[in-house]
């Protein structure tokens, strides 16, 4: 059965130019004249969250659909025992004439009769070894969270990120506007494969990352519903507060150009992660915001996730969002790493 991605949504989205909404009052929503009213029902929010993914799309370029669902055609190029858990890499097919490496690790507990709950993992920037990071192959430090869930009893699958390490697909000619776009269909196809396995939990999935893999995980989250946890370290801010307002970074071919549109006014980008962090509501939600991170403000991250408490409670998920602020830098240090392992538990066990 394929899953229903949210961008079904997009159909109900008014077609006009419509003035860009507060970002600090996520209720406010565009009614189909054209005027603004606050969401008061779940139906109401909705429509408000149309916009949020048309605003993504804007920059991103579309989510694909069926049309680029082809069989996953799975290969395991290599596996080995890890004690616990088996730990495979493999390839799979994204779409036709994309093939995606991923390391899947097993725990041997895992069987058809009895099933393991199954994360996400998404890598932070690595351009030497990339996905190796996450399952413990070298690296910096408090980076292999797909091994040790694995050690937790989770089956973990974890991506390559494109134009990082040996992974170079060419997004463009396979017809994307955003390598972001790209990674996330590659996600989203890393879930079918998951949804296909015998020895997985079905009814949800989590999705962690750190740095890139943090707004990773949050990017294939508010497209794919399958994925009711997720945790980021490290992975945002406002685009209005990153590196005060100097979004040069994020115009990469890896990430997104078309946010080089926008260089001088990110307060004009058509999203921002306080529209994103609203559309994971009522799911899961768990922060590290360390307080001497250099890259993303912990500030910022407060107000984000203060101006999207009002869309949780709305739809009866108040106590669902939690954040940590460790006296640390860019990093996923061991208590918020192990306290966002027990969060997942929560969720999945």
Request: with cysteine; proline share 7%; net charge negative.
């Amino acid at each position: 059965m394929k899953p229903t991605l949210l961008c079904a949504f997009l159909l109900s989205v008014p077609t006009f130019a419509a003035e860009r909404l507060p970002r600090d009052d996520l209720l406010l929503y565009h009614k189909a004249d054209g005027s603004t009213a606050h969401a008061a029902t779940p139906g109401q929010w909705e429509l408000r969250r149309a916009e949020v993914l048309q605003g993504m799309q804007q920059v991103m370029g579309p989510l694909p659909g069926n049309e680029k669902r082809c069989a996953l055609d799975v290969k395991v190029e290599e596996e080995t025992d890890c004690g616990s858990y088996t730990r495979q890499l493999i390839t799979y097919a994204a779409e036709p004439g994309g093939r995606v490496p991923a390391y899947l690790c097993i725990p041997k507990t895992a069987t058809a009769a009895h099933p393991a709950p199954a994360v996400l993992c998404l890598h932070p920037t690595d351009n030497k070894i990339g996905h190796k990071v996450v399952v413990g192959l070298g690296g910096k430090e408090h980076r292999q969270y797909a091994a040790e869930l694995a050690e937790r009893g989770y089956i973990t699958l974890s991506p390559s990120y494109v134009q990082l390490a040996d992974y170079n697909p060419d997004w463009k000619s396979l017809g994307y506007a955003s390598g972001t776009m790209k990674a996330i269909w590659d996600n989203i196809r890393g879930l079918d494969y998951l949804d296909s396995l015998p020895n997985v939990k079905k009814g949800g999935y989590g999705a962690i990352g750190h740095s890139l893999g943090g707004h990773n995980s949050i990017y294939t989250a508010v497209f794919d519903p399958r994925i009711k946890v997720i945790v980021s370290s490290c992975g945002f801010d406002s685009f209005v507060d990153y590196y005060k307002g100097n979004i040069k970074g994020w115009t990469q071919d890896r990430y997104m150009p078309r946010m080089a549109n926008y260089l001088g006014h990110p307060q004009d980008v058509p999203f921002d992660f306080y529209e994103l962090v609203a559309a994971l509501a009522p799911r899961h939600f768990f922060v590290n915001a360390p307080l001497r991170d250099a890259n993303f403000q912990w500030q910022s991250v407060d107000r984000i996730l203060n101006a999207a408490a009002p869309v949780f409670k709305l739809l009866g998920a108040e106590g669902h969002v939690r954040v940590m602020h460790p006296d640390t830098e860019h990093d996923f240090s061991d208590e918020p790493r192990l306290e966002a392992y027990h969060f997942i538990d929560s969720v999945l066990k």
